[in-house]
């Protein structure tokens, strides 16, 4: 008996333990993220981005045979809220703030080169975000 609670004493230290390591993200939204300050060991930010918020995007092209000829960036416009989770697995979205990285469709992208009179030659590369589930 003596050694199943020394055994169940040592489980849940492990569980309290590892619940304590990691502590419960940062939710701030987009036109505070520069007062947030640094963020704990571990801590995931979660961004909430409102309808009209604009995000610059710096898209970049380097390689010895082509390379993007202007660094301005491109700015992206919020068209639904969500939030965006930034943690050391990557990146997730969500809707509702909880169910992050739950999506009914998922991103895809889409690079092509084509050529016509009027355009000469012109590269493509577009991107589709992944379309969330809802709440």
């Keep these: 008996m003596r050694a199943n609670f020394c055994g169940l004493f040592i489980i849940l230290a492990a569980v309290l333990t590892a619940c304590a390591a990691s502590p419960p993200p940062r939710i701030v939204s ?12 571990g801590q995931a930010l979660v961004v909430e981005l409102h309808r009209g918020d604009r995000v610059p995007l710096d898209f970049t092209v380097e390689g010895p045979l082509v390379r993007t000829a202007s660094s301005a960036p491109i700015e992206l416009e919020v ?3 969500f939030f965006l989770r930034i943690d050391d697995r990557g990146l997730a979205t969500s809707l509702d703030g909880r169910s992050f990285g739950a999506n009914r469709e998922p991103g895809a992208f889409r690079v092509g080169v084509s050529a016509t009179k009027e355009t000469g030659l012109r590269a493509t590369f577009a991107i589709r975000t992944p379309v969330p589930r809802e709440p």
């Design 30 to 41: 987009l036109n505070d993220l520069a007062e947030a300050g640094p963020l704990q060991p």
């Design 79 to 81: 068209v639904r809220p």
